[in-house]
């Protein structure tokens, strides 16, 4: 067996002799062949960095060149032991740098592993679902709407089945297939009986053998492409990026004029070079991006860890703002495990066993551990598709049960979508009867109230049946219709949507129960973070209502919109009718789209729960789409946050790590940006002043190496969220106005105090060296004082416990240690120029210390009371 260059081209009765296989699948000795053969089904993708490029891409920075070229400039001068502390600054830097991103490169790679692509295949004649990467040519794929293809794939058979391929061809529309032979000059865009690896199926059933795996897919041909494309920044960097730069640019021009100033001022050249260069590093943020990304991946980390992922860092970004989420019931605020009650029979006296059975033909789901006692099957799949078969395992219909699982005749013609509301799927009679007293026929399984408006019953009966229904449902039950047409001459699958006149065979009955942990979790959503929640559900309006009732909202038949409301209403007149909803119920994937993009209008942040092919406009548009786990790979493939354990929890979880990300990247940004204008100021102040140059190149250089390394880092750590309610919109901008108030408030503030108190010493004739000593103590210890007021941006200092961040205690006791070394350690104190301090000097360090906490708190306070 080799692979088919051409496998279109292969007719029916030639495709399984050509892959040495069979209706029944690969042997498991074929299995291990060919996988040593073609190797495993993995794509490459862009190639992870090296440690060493990693590295060495810390050297990048124009900052670092020119602190390199000042090193270079005191070798020159003989100056080592200088020359030492620069290259040493310069590899602590780098080595920092490093780490960070080491851990935020291995954070992105681990992500990928938490979400899967399975496959159902069919081995030694047992239909199994494994992961898509065990795949081998020749495994027979069971593929069914919503999901992704593993693997380039010849059709076999297949029924009402549409694929979307736009990530191979660029084409929007989805194309329809078929399982004949084509000619071998066929394009790849007309190959309609083929599947490649990676497009999504948004409709339908088939079966297909596989013909090529890995890098020999199509989407594996385009490998080389991938991994030539760079990672893209998120919004968040790009805003702090160009920060940045502007920040650069403004500080390299005062340094410029800094340095003009001390030369003219009689200042040795070299020595104010090597000066200026020191102050450019330590005032301009260059380190910030990446400190933010750093935020970013320990964040997108903690919610992984709660059972979330993000798709990708913008997200989490987003995620922190959220002010609204439209969720769906099923699953989500309940628990998904549907438990039959009863059956209503209206046709005829149809058992409960019967009516199962009738509706099990509608029915695609994946039973594991098939030849062991049915109470140990495990079934996996949609949640009412589910129930129907456990049901039945639980009446013991082992006779049925053991032709469902081994019978090709179980297909849906049309699957259930969440605009139609119904499926339909083909009952062909046989000698055993299955459900006595129907002939072949058509069978329709879905939503009762669009069932019965497509039968033939008319008048007091169908209003008697319309009432029943709206009484089950007030009472929490999920009701599912069942009914029955007769079976066509000639079946056209596109059309059998629009048959009217079926016969309503009756309902069956579903308990959902709302999860435990979920009512508390809204409350305490609402309560803290003032996050409203809202049902947008397909079900019945007296369902949805018996749910909320359930969760412990204050709602009645006002606050319902049925998806017949919503369409007959303007968007004008929507718009102001959505404050008072707080249940959306049958409304379609449409309608949810326009429920969201309207709350956008108003200004909500949204985020919206999904899981089927239809909602993945809606999951697109909003600005955080989540996606349950066990959705349709089509909706994973659109949305922002997919929920492992499709739990509501969950969500609230990934918001408040969301919340915690925000509030730690703004953490960050004004710690690393209020000490930026201290040097600058001083030196700048100094030199215009007429005054001695109060700090040396080392002491900013050895300043800036402590206080820019573990207590910035330790905030990405950090566990304080600063809860906001009804936060205004600020995607991808942390720098809103109490962030720019900090910053320039702190850094105004303590750079103009610290230089008057270095004028007034001078002015009064303190000894220079000890004023000098007394202020590069005060430079280097009131950040990491006001590093614990920083914790919380809204919070009093004393409001929380200050030294609960372990990181934080550590950098800052490192950072005291090495203020301490330089001022008593004799070879330290010489290489620093500084002198040991006595007491009182101590103590007006000490002092300065509080009076900058206080500052800072000062700033917290009148911006919390402005």
């Not at 020749?138 to 919503?146: A, C, E, I, Q, V």
């Not at 005062?254 to 005032?283: C, K, P, Q, T, Y």
């Not at 493939?637 to 925000?662: H, M, P, W």
């Not at 002043?689 to 002491?699: T, V």
């Amino acid at each position: 067996m080799h692979m088919h260059t051409n496998p279109w081209t292969l007719d029916q009765g030639h495709i399984f002799s050509h892959y040495k296989t069979g209706e029944k699948g690969l042997l498991e000795s074929q299995v291990d062949e060919r996988r040593s053969t073609y190797g495993k089904n993995v794509i490459k993708t862009k190639r992870q960095r090296g440690p060493l490029q990693i590295f060495l891409s810390q050297f990048k920075s124009p900052l670092i060149f020119i602190l390199i070229i000042a090193g270079i400039v005191t070798l020159f001068l003989r100056e080592w032991i200088d020359a030492c502390v620069i290259f040493l600054a310069i590899f602590v830097n780098a080595a920092l740098g490093f780490y960070q991103e080491s851990r935020a490169e291995k954070s992105l790679e681990l992500l990928k592993s938490y979400v899967n692509d399975r496959a159902r295949v069919i081995r030694d004649g047992v239909e199994i679902e494994i992961d898509a990467r065990e795949l081998v040519v020749g495994d027979l794929l069971h593929l069914s709407y919503g999901s992704r293809v593993p693997a380039d794939a010849r059709i076999l058979s297949c029924k009402d089945f549409s694929v979307d391929e736009s990530i191979l061809t660029g084409e929007s529309l989805t194309i329809t297939k078929q399982s004949t032979s084509l000619p071998a000059a066929t394009p790849l865009p007309e190959r309609t009986n083929m599947v490649f690896s990676g497009t999504l199926i948004t409709e339908g059933y088939a079966t297909a053998i596989v013909t090529a795996v890995g890098e020999h897919t199509e989407f594996g041909s385009l490998a080389s492409l991938v991994s030539e494309t760079e990672r893209a920044q998120t919004p968040l960097q790009k805003s702090v990026g160009r920060l940045a730069r502007f920040i650069a640019i403004f500080f390299i021009l005062f340094v410029i004029v800094i340095f003009a100033l001390g030369v003219w001022r009689g200042e040795s050249i070299v020595d104010m070079f090597v000066l200026s260069a020191a102050v450019a590093v330590g005032a301009i943020p260059e380190a910030l991006p990446i400190a933010l990304t750093v935020v970013l991946t320990i964040g997108v980390e903690r919610i992984a860890r709660r059972k979330g992922i993000m798709r990708n860092l913008s997200a989490a970004e987003t995620l922190g703002s959220t002010t609204l989420i439209m969720t769906d019931k099923t699953g989500t605020l309940t628990e998904g495990n549907l438990q039959f009650l009863a059956s209503r029979s209206y046709a005829n006296a149809y058992s409960d066993v019967q009516m199962l059975r009738l509706a099990s033909y509608n029915t695609d789901v994946f039973v594991e551990h098939r030849n062991r006692p049915l109470l140990e099957w495990n079934v996996t799949g949609k949640p009412l598709e589910v129930g129907v078969i456990r049901a039945l395992i639980k009446q013991n219909d082992h006779t049925f049960l053991g032709e469902y699982v081994s019978s090709d005749a179980f297909r849906v013609i049309l699957p259930f979508n969440s605009t139609n509301k119904f499926s339909v799927s083909v009952y062909e009679a046989t000698s055993q009867k299955w459900i006595e007293g129907i002939d072949s026929s058509l069978v329709f399984v879905g939503a009762p109230d669009i069932l019965l408006g497509k039968s033939s019953l008319q008048g007091k009966e169908k209003a008697l049946i319309e009432k029943e229904i709206e009484a089950l449902s007030s009472e929490g039950k999920r009701i599912l219709g069942v009914g029955i047409h007769t079976l066509p001459s000639s079946l056209d699958p596109t059309k059998v949507r629009d048959i009217e006149g079926i016969t309503f065979v009756g309902l069956l009955l579903f308990h959902d129960p709302v999860r435990e942990s979920v009512p508390a979790s809204i409350a305490d959503m609402e309560k803290h973070y003032g996050i409203r929640v809202v049902m947008a559900t397909g079900d019945l309006p007296g369902t949805a209502l018996a749910v909320a009732h359930q969760l412990g909202w204050d709602v009645d038949a006002s606050s319902v919109m049925t998806g017949k409301e919503v369409t007959l209403l303007s968007d004008e007149e929507l718009l102001m009718r959505l404050p008072s909803i707080r249940v959306f119920a049958r409304v379609t994937p449409q309608d949810k789209l326009r429920i969201g993009l309207l709350y956008k209008q108003q200004g909500e942040i949204v985020g919206m729960t999904g899981d089927g092919v239809n909602d993945a406009p809606s999951l697109k548009a909003v600005d955080i789409g989540i996606a349950v786990g066990s959705g349709s790979d089509v909706s994973k493939d659109v949305a922002d946050l997919v929920l492992l354990d499709d739990n509501f929890t969950t969500i609230v979880s990934a918001i408040e790590e969301g919340k915690r990300v925000l509030a730690n990247m703004k953490k960050s940004f004004v710690y690393l940006m209020s000490n930026s204008l201290d040097e600058v100021a001083l030196i700048g102040l100094s030199l215009f002043a007429g005054l001695p140059l109060p700090l040396s190149a080392l002491q900013i250089i050895w300043v800036n190496f402590f206080t820019g390394s573990i207590p910035s880092l330790s905030f990405a750590f950090d566990s304080i969220i600063d809860t906001q309610k009804n936060p205004k919109k600020t995607q991808g901008n942390i720098l809103d106005g109490e962030v720019r108030f900090l910053v320039l408030g702190i850094g105004v503030l303590t750079s103009l105090l610290l230089f008057a108190i270095y004028w007034v010493l001078l002015d009064h004739g303190y000894d220079e060296t000890i004023v000098r000593s007394f202020i590069f103590t005060c430079f280097s210890s009131y950040i990491l004082f006001g590093a614990f007021s920083f914790r919380s941006l809204k919070k009093p200092l004393f409001s929380y416990n200050i030294f609960s961040n372990t990181l934080l205690n550590i950098g800052v006791g490192i950072g005291i240690l090495l203020i301490i070394g330089s001022l008593y350690v004799p070879f330290l104190a010489s290489l620093f120029g500084v002198v040991p301090l006595s007491l009182p000097w101590i103590g007006g360090v000490i002092l300065w210390g509080i009076v900058s906490v206080f500052l800072i708190e000062s700033a917290k306070w009148m911006y919390r009371n402005r």
